[in-house]
């Protein structure tokens, strides 16, 4: 079983920056497509960013230009750098990692809250 590990959240003022993290236990990290979805109160849980195996990345359009998705293949790590961040980005963000087979493992979330 992929055990997802995420740190990084809290609480921000409006047009800092964070950087949330997160590491997956016992598989080949390079192989999988990575991804942040984020969940803010009473709403539904949306796509931020995406990474596939080969590198291509994709971005709501709510956050391009201000959030940056990276990994590292040899930290089985992926990472979601948040720069100009908006009181609207509050949410509670999950890392996904998707195998070859579609088959889906989620973090357990963390809390980004952005508040003067």
């Known amino acids: 079983q992929v055990q997802l590990v995420e740190s990084g959240g809290g609480l921000v003022q409006p047009g800092g920056s964070l950087r949330l993290s997160c590491t997956a236990s016992r598989i080949m990290f390079r192989i999988y497509a990575v991804g942040w979805y984020r969940q803010g109160s009473g709403k539904q849980r949306e796509l931020v960013a995406t990474?596939?195996?080969?590198?291509?990345?994709n971005y709501a359009n709510s956050v391009k230009g201000r959030f940056t998705i990276s990994r590292d293949n040899a930290k089985n790590t992926v990472y979601l750098q948040m720069n100009t961040l908006k009181p609207e980005d509050t949410a509670i963000y999950y890392c996904?990692?998707?195998?070859?087979?579609?088959?889906?493992?989620w973090g357990q979330g963390t809390q980004v809250t952005v508040s003067s």
């Open positions: 996904l990692i998707e195998d070859p087979g579609n088959f889906r493992s």
């Open positions: 990474m596939s195996s080969g590198g291509s990345t």
